[in-house]
């Protein structure tokens, strides 16, 4: 079996050194020490997703998890570019505010593009939420109770985890989930479409 501490490191590098160790195991069990929250989710969906099994131990200030079983390769590893083609729709929210004039113009115009998503019978199959974008999926946002009805109608809502740290509102997080960067850069480029408001 194969060690590896990822305690203390800051998002995404905990998946990425998950990413790696796997990769060099070559389908030998992985042991890996880690802290909880954003680092605990990201690399369990990370493993999952690629068809791994997580057996999970609580630890004295953080988790350890058995990651084994054979991963299936990224769909950029797996599918020739044709098939990229048809992979998620996302888009990518990296303001509270939509255009470049008055702030309070700003804010309004995202909120009510958010909501208008909700009467589009075509919606985004996962919508990444960065920088000052996380805080409309956050406690107080005028967004959030469309934010969890887009949830609902299986649309990914996913918020940056070091974006919501910068801000302190972590604890906040009202609609969707966390992710890292990794998670973000590797679902946009294989994307059908990235789309920005």
Known sequence: MNNL??????????????????????????????????PRENVKRFA??????????????????????????TAREAAPAAAVAAGPTVMLIGSDRMGDGPEDLGRLLMKNFIMTLLDLSELPDRIFFVNTGVLLAVEGS??????NELGNRGVEVLSCGICLDFFKKKESLAAGGVTNMFTIAETMLNARSVLRP
Do not use: H, N, S, W
């Open 5 to 38: 501490d990822v305690r203390g490191m800051a998002c995404p590098l905990p998946v990425v050194q998950v990413k790696r160790a796997l990769e060099a195991a070559q389908g030998a069990e992985l042991r890996v020490l880690l802290d909880d929250g954003a």
């Open 48 to 73: 999952q997703g690629r068809g791994y099994r997580v057996q999970e131990e609580q630890l004295e200030g953080g988790f350890a998890f058995t990651i084994t079983g054979p991963g299936t390769p």
């Open 142 to 147: 005028e967004v959030v109770e469309t934010l």
